[in-house]
């Protein structure tokens, strides 16, 4: 059992958003790993960063990936750091599911996330934490994505289209 698809990408880019409406399309069940971490540890993922640091979330977001990974079947939205392990991104290319890199702007971005202080990680200057944390991540993004979908000044609607085009086109290639 895997996947019928991951989503990643950058804070703001839309993988709750699109992989719950990817999910109803596919009628699939949608799973979020930072949920699932949150969960799991009765704690917000702010609070976590907070409380118990960035590498103490990584290793339950980990836990997290790895264990979707092998019991889910229908769409997961991973958390926009998850590609950071070097053993999730090789999960992630063993499992055969595809993973949909979302991309999107610092300008839309801002607008989705609003840059508020639930994103540790975009304290201080949130669109210069954010740029920075694109550039050091979009390599081990393009590492693991075998589709690229752009939600730029689109509908989630939109997005989908896409995303479900590429999977049927995948399947058939």
């Not at 949608?30 to 118990?52: C, K, L, P, S, Y």
């Amino acid at each position: 059992m895997s996947p019928v698809a991951v989503l990643t990408g950058p804070p703001g880019a839309g993988k709750t958003t699109v992989g719950t409406a990817l999910a109803t399309r596919l009628d699939v069940g949608f799973r979020d790993t930072d949920a699932d971490v949150e969960a799991g540890a009765g704690r917000t993922v702010a609070e976590i960063f907070v409380e118990d640091g960035e590498p103490r979330f990584r290793e339950l977001e980990a836990a997290a990936v790895r264990a979707a990974l092998a019991d889910h079947d229908g769409v997961l939205a991973l958390g926009g750091g998850a590609i950071l392990d070097p053993a999730t991104r090789k999960v992630l290319q063993d499992s055969g599911s595809p993973v949909v890199l979302l991309e999107v702007g610092v300008a839309e971005a801002a607008v989705r996330v609003g840059f508020n202080r639930e994103r540790p990680l975009l304290l201080g200057n949130p669109r210069q934490q954010w740029s920075r944390l694109l550039e050091a991540r979009l390599p081990l993004y393009l590492e693991v994505a075998s589709v690229r979908v752009s939600t730029d000044d689109r509908e989630p609607d939109q997005v989908v289209d896409e995303i479900v085009d590429a999977l049927q086109h995948r399947e058939i290639s």
